[in-house]
């Protein structure tokens, strides 16, 4: 079947859903991004103010790494200079309580979390697939990107720390 848009406004969600390049897949992977941080926001308790104040500054980025390939750059070196600290912060609270891979799992909360870090590296992947694809950005965006996983898996050890939930080791037989 060929789809084409149809005239009727009411009958596509996007203006650019139809196009053929990957920059459209590319731009609903941080939707998604996005709509599951707001997801976690809404899942936070009150004793988390933290990391609410932190995912509310990082939400409009998540839409500005949207942006940042169909239009200009909204990602700088300043919003990387911003999550790496806030990174080492929660880095620094959950020194040695992870020495390996762990399973991905934990209250709905952090599953949640789990699944932005896994959204995060999606994000990566297509930036992949554009540059393959012949169309530039600026290399603030995969830096950021690769960052936010980082920052959604220690968010989720924090987080587990502070509602008194064990990791679970995951040891591989593959490697």
């Not at 990602?75 to 040695?96: H, N, P, S």
Request: proline share 5%.
């Amino acid at each position: 079947m060929n789809y084409k848009k149809p005239k009727d406004r009411r009958e596509w969600c996007y203006p650019f859903i139809y196009e053929q390049q990957p920059l459209c897949d590319y731009e609903i992977a941080t939707d998604e991004l996005c709509s599951r941080v707001g997801l976690v926001l809404a899942l936070l308790p009150e004793a988390l103010a933290r990391v609410e104040a932190d995912l509310d500054w990082l939400q409009p980025r998540i839409y500005h790494l949207n942006g940042s390939v169909r239009g200009r750059n909204g990602i700088f070196e300043t919003d990387l200079d911003g999550l790496k600290e806030r990174y080492d912060w929660y880095r620094e609270q959950v020194a040695d309580r992870v020495s390996g891979f762990v399973l991905p799992r934990g209250s709905r909360l952090v599953a949640e979390l789990h699944l932005c870090r896994c959204g995060a590296k999606k994000v990566v992947r297509h930036l992949v697939q554009l540059e393959q694809a012949g169309l530039g950005y600026e290399n603030t965006l995969p830096r950021f990107a690769n960052l936010l996983a980082n920052f959604f898996f220690v968010l989720t050890v924090f987080i587990k720390q502070e509602q008194g939930e064990e990791e679970v080791p995951y040891i591989s037989i593959n490697y």
